[in-house]
Every structure is written in structure tokens, then in C-alpha cells.
T-cell receptor
Framework: GQNIDQPTEMTATEGAIVQINCTYQ??????LFWYQQHAGEAPTFLSY??LDGLEEKGRFSSFLSRSKGYSYLLLKELQMKDSASYLC??????????WGAGTKLIIKP | GAVVSQHPSWVICKSGTSVKIECRSL??????MFWYRQFPKQSLMLMAT?????????EQGVEKDKFLINHASLTLSTLTVTSAHPEDSSFYIC?????????????FGPGTRLTVT
């Protein structure tokens, strides 16, 4: 079966750095997405990795290792507005998104 | 970037009634649209894939006679929850694929919160 694992909840301090991990086992792989979702809102796109390595975009970076079935989202200089759920999703061989359960990130002052 | 809208953003209805939710791609033609449901503190669950001009493909466990999907044009897909019950109360989100952006890109609507009393 297809499976995506990420921690349920993480806590970090404002101004710090946090890394949210995601491991996956899917039938085929056409890329991995990270989305941010604030409570009561739809997900918003953060990043897309299809090749191994690190993609940096401002305060957010995403890493992918296809051989290990592993990705992480790195958030730097945390701000209170970064408190949200972060969803890892993999595009499988049928180009369907397989979603992780999401990681709720709590930022403390 | 591409924009997807949903209407209404929230709706309250009585048990036994039907509710229609619209999903529109505003600045692109979407050959494929997806309907998701999300319960509190849970991730998105794909309900069905909607292709313009053909019948929707439903995920296992989703009742196609209860959740009617119509994708009559390249910019509009509708989800009708028929004979709604309190357990159908959820956050319904659509997404659309812009073929010009490649198969990997999906654009999400803002979601519709349905409450059935």
C-alpha cells in the first residue's frame, strides 16, 4: 500500500529553525510537494521536489532523497505566522496526490 | 499563478437536503479537477477525480450516488451532496490541474465548509 509518514505535532521557538521530516512509500514517484495549511483554510503551495537535493526559497527549504524515500521541510527564522499544519504529498505513478496526515507546527514566543 | 474559486465558502443546511458546491478555474482551462474532503485535524482525503466531459472517478468508499460530480465545462465542476446528514459536515476542497503547467501542478480552491444540522 501507499504510505506517507510525518510527525503529528512539533513545537519551536520564534526566531529558531525547525525541520519537518516526511518518509514515503508509494507506487511510483512523480514528485513531492509541501503545503502549508492554516486552520480553516485550503492548503497553499510551498515547494515541489522531483530531483534529489535541496531547494531553497527564502526562509523555507525542501530536501529530497528518492533512494531513501525521504524529504524534509526546513523553516528558518520562524515567525508566529508560521504556526500552521504542514502537509507532505507525493505524486504517484498515476499523477494522483497521496497525502500525509500533516504536521501541526506550534510556534512559541 | 492560476486561481481556483469555490462557492459558497460556507453553508449550513438541514439534514435531508441537498447542497451544491461550485469549483471554478478563473484564468485557465482545467481538464481535470479533484474533490477532497477534510475532517477536523485530519489530512485531505481524495473523494473523486473529475474529467471534463466524462464521468467522475470515485475513490473507494465514496458513494457516487450521494456525492454527485458534474464537470460540464473546462472551467466549472460541481459537487452536490445529496440528502446530507450531520456526518457529511466537513471541509470540502477542490483543486484543478492546468494542462499547460504539466501534470504535476494542482491549484487549490479556498474550500467550502459544510455544516449539516
Amino acid at each position: 500500500g501507499q504510505n506517507i509518514d510525518q510527525p503529528t505535532e512539533m513545537t519551536a521557538t520564534e526566531g529558531a529553525i525547525v525541520q519537518i521530516n516526511c518518509t514515503y512509500q508509494t507506487s511510483g514517484f512523480n514528485g513531492l510537494f509541501w503545503y502549508q495549511q492554516h486552520a480553516g483554510e485550503a492548503p497553499t503551495f510551498l515547494s515541489y521536489n522531483v530531483l534529489d537535493g535541496l531547494e531553497e526559497k527564502g526562509r523555507f527549504s525542501s530536501f529530497l532523497s528518492r533512494s531513501k524515500g525521504y524529504s524534509y521541510l526546513l523553516l528558518k527564522e520562524l515567525q508566529m505566522k508560521d504556526s500552521a499544519s504542514y502537509l507532505c504529498a507525493v505524486l504517484d505513478s498515476n499523477y494522483q496526490l497521496i497525502w500525509g496526515a500533516g504536521t501541526k507546527l506550534i510556534i512559541k514566543p | 499563478g492560476a486561481v481556483v474559486s469555490q462557492h459558497p465558502s460556507w453553508v449550513i443546511c438541514k439534514s435531508g437536503t441537498s447542497v451544491k458546491i461550485e469549483c471554478r478555474s478563473l484564468d485557465f482551462q482545467a481538464t481535470t479537477m479533484f474533490w477532497y474532503r477534510q475532517f477536523p485535524k485530519q489530512s485531505l482525503m481524495l473523494m473523486a477525480t473529475s474529467n471534463e466531459g466524462s464521468k467522475a472517478t470515485y475513490e473507494q468508499g465514496v458513494e457516487k450516488d450521494k456525492f454527485l460530480i458534474n464537470h460540464a465545462s473546462l472551467t466549472l465542476s460541481t459537487l452536490t451532496v445529496t440528502s446530507a446528514h450531520p456526518e457529511d459536515s466537513s471541509f470540502y476542497i477542490c483543486s484543478a490541474r492546468d494542462p499547460s503547467s504539466g501534470p504535476s501542478e494542482q491549484y487549490f480552491g479556498p474550500g467550502t465548509r459544510l455544516t449539516v444540522t
